[in-house]
């Protein structure tokens, strides 16, 4: 009985312990953890035609969200950076436990240090001030013909092909972004 209680208290610690570690990590890497919904990757994926001749960078890949549906339902290659070490670890998990591990490439740092060149497709979830600072970064390094679909929050200055009011994702196509006309569409109903 003792015995038993000790377990339970233990795992409750250790549950508290992660709980804790995940909203200070929040802070010290200034990076919010919240995956993107099932629902708007799927329409990130699609408004951006990802397909297997792709190279999709997920800048801040979380827990693979993004990374793994688009390398399994795609085929596409994937790149997936992130920077707070348990996400890391349980992308490195994922991918070797998953398959199409050779579509998939992890990188554990700042997204703002990685080379954006060879990306045909970025993907984003992240905080508008980070979505500020890297807009500068995708217009030095995107290729022509590159596709940027971002959750949540848009890029500052950039014009959005489409508008997904639905899942709430931004579809841009650069650098026709700079000079397009917003358009608004719900037409994308995401399925896997
Ligand atoms: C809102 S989550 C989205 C995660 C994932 N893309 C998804 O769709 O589920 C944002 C992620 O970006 C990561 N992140 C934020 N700033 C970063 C940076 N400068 N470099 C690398 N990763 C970063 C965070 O640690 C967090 O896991």
Redesign the pocket.
Known sequence: MAVTLVLWYGLLLIGLAILAYFVY?SFV????????PRRS?LAMLRLAEVGPEDVVF?????????VFRAARIYRARVVG????PL?FLTLTLRRRLGRFPDRITLVW????HLDFRPATVV?????PG?MERLRPKLEAELRPGARVVS?CHEIEGWKATVYDAATDVYFYRWPEALDVTARTASEATPSE
């Open positions: 990590a890497f200034g990076a919010g953890y919240q995956p993107t990757v997920d800048l801040g890949a979380g827990t693979g969200a993004i950076v992130e920077v707070e996400r740092g700042n997204l703002f993907t984003a979830f992240l905080w980070a959750h």
